[in-house]
T-cell receptor, first 111, second 114 residues
Framework: TQLLEQSPQFLSIQEGENLTVYCNSSSVFSSLQWYRQEPGEGPVLLVTVVTGGEVKKLKRLTFQFGDARKDSSLHITAAQPGDTGLYLCAGKVWGYQKVTFGTGTKLQVIP | KAGVTQTPRYLIKTRGQQVTLSCSPISGHRSVSWYQQTPGQGLQFLFEYFSETQRNKGNFPGRFSGRQFSNSRSEMNVSTLELGDSALYLC?????????????FGPGTRLTVL
């Protein structure tokens, strides 16, 4: 059973468009991270959200943690080709020590 | 501050052989986790080491093992390699693990089993 489901799995958009990626679970997370991974490289940490309802902004990227701490979203405004990559959410369920990674969203931004 | 380093970056082995991968965490980080990444299964947790002790373990067979040294460097070993072990193996370090979830990943070792 996958604890963290991401949607969509694949996304191909034109430069300048907006998009939202979702990360959903039936479990409550103590905190949640978003990573971006480029081919042949390790994931790079973008942000950590901790408090239910928390919103964090990183330039054109907006991250939100659900009120119930079971879901999160990543919104990109005016996507650029440099945003292309695999986006992964990850978190630790309350009471468990292991970090669980989401299924991933592969984003392609076409110039 | 240097990031997480992994060696080697690429490795080709044949079925039945064994392999050892190495990971040097960020200076001061005491927790090292290992992950296997494949197109079909995504990122799967292998194990986590903290202060030379295995603290958590994923659902992988006993052919996968690891250890951590007093300087926090870690090695991962896979014995009796199978074709399905072909994957990107990622190492991640964090300050203390536990409730500190922020992990910093190395570039990975791409293992191909022929």
């Amino acid at each position: 059973t996958q604890l963290l489901e991401q949607s969509p799995q694949f996304l191909s958009i034109q430069e300048g468009e907006n998009l939202t990626v979702y990360c959903n679970s039936s479990s409550v997370f103590s905190s949640l991270q978003w990573y971006r991974q480029e081919p042949g490289e390790g994931p790079v940490l973008l942000v950590t959200v901790v408090t239910g309802g928390e919103v964090k902004k990183l330039k054109r990227l907006t991250f939100q943690f659900g009120d119930a701490r079971k879901d999160s979203s990543l919104h990109i405004t005016a996507a650029q080709p440099g945003d292309t990559g695999l986006y992964l959410c990850a978190g630790k369920v309350w009471g468990y020590q292991k970090v669980t990674f989401g299924t991933g969203t592969k984003l392609q931004v076409i110039p | 501050k240097a990031g997480v380093t992994q060696t080697p970056r690429y490795l080709i082995k044949t079925r039945g052989q064994q392999v050892t991968l190495s990971c040097s965490p960020i200076s001061g980080h005491r927790s090292v986790s290992w992950y296997q990444q494949t197109p079909g299964q995504g990122l799967q947790f292998l194990f986590e080491y903290f202060s030379e002790t295995q603290r958590n373990k994923g659902n992988f067979p006993g052919r996968f093992s690891g250890r951590q040294f007093s300087n926090s460097r870690s090695e991962m070993n896979v014995s009796t390699l199978e074709l399905g072990d072909s994957a990107l193996y990622l190492c991640a370090s964090s300050l203390a693990g536990g409730n500190d979830n922020e992990q910093f990943f190395g570039p990975g070792t791409r293992l191909t089993v022929l």
